[in-house]
């Protein structure tokens, strides 16, 4: 695998591969507290593209330098694209869309893990960003909420819900203000939290592990939960009946796994 920072070299990110399939992405505008303008965002959807291209890519982490994970999207930029002034603004191109959106989108489809290493306060968009993480592993020093109440927004509800609920991302929403990282494992938003000087330690670990799991079965269970998201129940079953019968059909670790569960040893699982 030709690691990314070999070969993509840009201001807004710091990549590299600490461990074989491990792709770790680190925003990098500490000064502005990894706001994402569209320097950022073009970027941040490059990296994850070829990423997610490269099949020996089995796990992705996403953290951020300085002591903010990502404070949501650039309120200047924000501020000129109100103005009609678009070089910076945070979205693709011409479109409405926003760049948080667009790669929040490839991640929760992505056919690998997602870790969130949240090294500091997720707000607005960022919060959206850690959200969409499969794991999220958090500083003691963290924080997560839209806080966009206070600036008169509504959002901070599709990815929030999908960890807590409507009627809880409804509360975070309306206190505006950030939740500590205590309460916010406590709610089942953050997975683990951790002193400040073992985020990577314990993130690197976890994508470790997963790194030596049978990738394309993770794949296809991802793909399977944003199909069955508020299915009728009986609709669920049949498509988690489907997704289990590809499963056996394509995942070549399928074998694998059902031979060392017999043999009585530790799986040797190759992604595929």
Known sequence: MTTLHEDFACSTLRTHEPHPGVCWIALNRPERLNAIDRELGED????????????????????GEGRS????????????????????SPVIGTTPDPMYLRIIE?????????????????AGAGAELACAGDVRIASSRARLGSALLNV?????????????????????????????ADEAERLGIFTKVVAPEDLVST?????????SA??????????????AIGQPVQQALRLQNAVHIRNNAEVVDALEGATAFIEKRRPRFVGK
């Open 214 to 227: 049978p990738t394309a079965a993770i794949g296809l269970f991802k793909e399977l939960r944003e199909q």
């Open 152 to 180: 008169a927004q509504a959002g901070g509800l599709v990815m929030m819900s999908r960890l807590v609920g409507a009627a809880r991302a409804t509360e975070i929403y309306l206190s505006g203000a950030l939740l500590d």
């Open 203 to 211: 993130t690197l670990a976890e994508a470790q592990r997963l790194a």
């Open 69 to 88: 994970f990502c404070a949501g999207d650039d309120l200047g930029a924000v501020e000129e694209h109100l103005r009609g002034e678009y070089t910076r």
């Open 106 to 122: 490839m991640l929760v489809t992505s056919r690998v893990p997602v870790i969130m290493a949240i090294n500091g306060d997720a």
């Open 44 to 63: 941040l959807y490059a990296v994850l593209e070829r990423a997610l291209a490269d099949r020996e890519t089995r796990v992705l982490v996403i953290t």
